[in-house]
Antibody, heavy 121, light 108 residues
Framework: QVHLVESGGGVVQPGGSLRLSCAVSGFSLSNYGMHWVRQAPGKGLEWVAFIRYDGSKTYYADSVKGRFTISRDISKNTLHLQMNTLRVDDTAVYFC??????????????WGQGTQVTVSA | EIVLTQSPATLSVSPGERATLSCRASQSVGSNLAWYQQKPGQAPRLLIYGASTRPTSVPARISGSGSGTDFTLTISSLQSEDFAVYFCQQYDNWPPYTFGQGTKLEIK
């Protein structure tokens, strides 16, 4: 059974850093692309970052490009999101999500429960 | 960037009735459109992909249709567990992947 569990959220001051993790089970990160998606309080869903199933490429939303880095540890079956130079508008619940298949165009078929990131002075 | 516009923002429907939600894309996404359901404090759940395909865990009263720029999610005979927020998402032309702003389906 597929399972995704995020951790690492918390409260941080503007300009600070956090590293989120997403521990997965029931599948291997080497077989599926993975995403981070965030949701600001009372708002909709915003895609943040993607790493291909083979780890060869990463993609970012313009709002986080240059500040966030998505990576993975295959041996630990864990996805990461390194967030630097955090801003107040990065405050959100951060979800990790799995591609349904390896094709270029894939919906997100499994999601974690999310971890709260609050950026505040 | 492809913009997805959902309507209405809020839909009030009585249990047992039908709900019809709309999602319009700013340019064609083919059939590469998904629908997600989200309940308060929970993660989104994939309901429909490929515009009209249901994962096996999703009940048959939930259906999707459309292609190109206009899409519809229909829930026939609403059950209590169907009242939630629904998002459409395009995965045709990325980055970025984009979501609609959501439709809240509430009990009338």
């Amino acid at each position: 059974q597929v399972h995704l569990v995020e951790s690492g959220g918390g409260v941080v001051q503007p300009g600070g850093s956090l590293r989120l993790s997403c521990a997965v089970s029931g599948f291997s990160l080497s077989n599926y692309g993975m995403h981070w998606v965030r949701q600001a309080p009372g708002k909709g869903l915003e895609w943040v970052a993607f790493i291909r199933y083979d780890g060869s490429k990463t993609y970012y939303a313009d709002s986080v490009k240059g500040r966030f880095t998505i990576s993975r540890d295959i041996s630990k079956n864990t996805l990461h999101l390194q967030m630097n130079t955090l801003r107040v508008d990065d405050t959100a619940v951060y979800f990790c999500a799995k591609d349904r298949w390896q094709l270029v165009r894939a919906p997100f078929d499994n999601w974690g429960q999310g971890t709260q990131v609050t950026v505040s002075a | 960037e492809i913009v997805l516009t959902q309507s209405p923002a809020t839909l009030s429907v009585s249990p047992g009735e039908r709900a019809t939600l709309s999602c319009r894309a700013s340019q064609s996404v083919g059939s590469n459109l998904a629908w997600y359901q989200q309940k308060p404090g929970q993660a989104p759940r994939l309901l429909i992909y490929g515009a009209s395909t249901r994962p096996t865990s999703v009940p048959a009263r939930i259906s999707g249709s459309g292609s190109g720029t206009d899409f519809t999610l229909t829930i026939s005979s609403l059950q209590s567990e169907d009242f939630a927020v629904y998002f459409c998402q395009q995965y045709d032309n990325w980055p970025p992947y984009t979501f609609g702003q959501g439709t809240k389906l509430e009990i009338k």
